[in-house]
């Protein structure tokens, strides 16, 4: 095993093909996934995956107590509004662009989003009623946007697969905000007035899913910490 790839995973990064395609090769050859839990259980961490084809990354070994079940609840409440915006983003990009189920591997184009916001006034007051970081009243739309999709970028949901068109495709750590999501409102209603749409999860795999959702849900907030420091 690469030690890049397990850089990679120790950051906190989740790995899939679209934004690691060289650490999710190094994983997904037959033995390397359980070598690599193996070594990760020396740190109390697991190798976890979204799914059987999904992004992998490091979980804690095991959510089982009410004590850590209620800790995850807090920390997912207390991201609520950072999951929220990230949600809105990726349902004004579903309003833009027909067919969209914001999965991985899917492309979006600014300048194909831009056409679709300029032509609708909702799409307009949606996009300015976003609270997108460094971003103000003043931008124009085609800014506004480029500081969505950077957002979604800098936070691991889009990959730049090419910056002359400006165009970005999204990576498996999608699954994740689905999971943290559907999670919230079947357990935590109160905070979600918004949701992805659904994708084509059996309820057998969605079940896995928050599994090492619970398992792995500090993950996400062990890279915001580490991401402001």
Excluded at 165 to 183: F, N, P, R, S
């Amino acid at each position: 095993m690469r030690p890049e790839t397990l850089n990679t995973l120790l950051a906190g990064h989740f790995v899939c093909q679209y934004a690691y395609p060289q650490a999710y090769a190094d994983l997904s050859e037959p033995g390397e996934s359980e070598r690599v839990d193996q070594w990760l259980q020396s740190l109390d961490r697991r190798l976890a995956r979204l799914g059987d084809d999904g992004a992998f990354f490091v979980a804690p070994m095991q959510v089982h107590t009410n004590e850590q079940a209620a800790k995850v609840k807090a920390d997912l409440a207390r991201f609520r509004e950072v999951y929220g915006l990230l949600v809105e983003m990726l349902n004004l990009m579903r309003l833009t662009k027909e067919e969209f189920r914001g999965v991985p591997g899917e492309y979006v184009q600014l300048a194909d989003i831009l056409l679709k916001v300029n032509e609708d006034t909702t799409l307009v007051n949606r996009l300015r009623e976003l609270r997108i970081p460094g971003a103000d009243s003043r931008l124009s739309n085609n800014e506004l946007l480029r500081k969505m999709l950077e957002k979604l970028r800098v936070d691991g949901y889009l990959v730049l697969s090419n910056p002359s068109t400006e165009t970005y495709q999204i990576t498996g750590k999608v699954d994740h905000l689905h999971a943290v999501m559907q999670y919230l409102v079947e357990n935590v209603p109160e905070l979600t007035d918004n949701a992805l749409p659904d994708t084509d999860h059996t309820e057998d795999e969605a079940g896995e899913t928050q599994t090492d959702l619970l398992r792995g849900a500090g993950t996400d907030h062990q890279a915001e910490e580490a991401a402001g420091e």
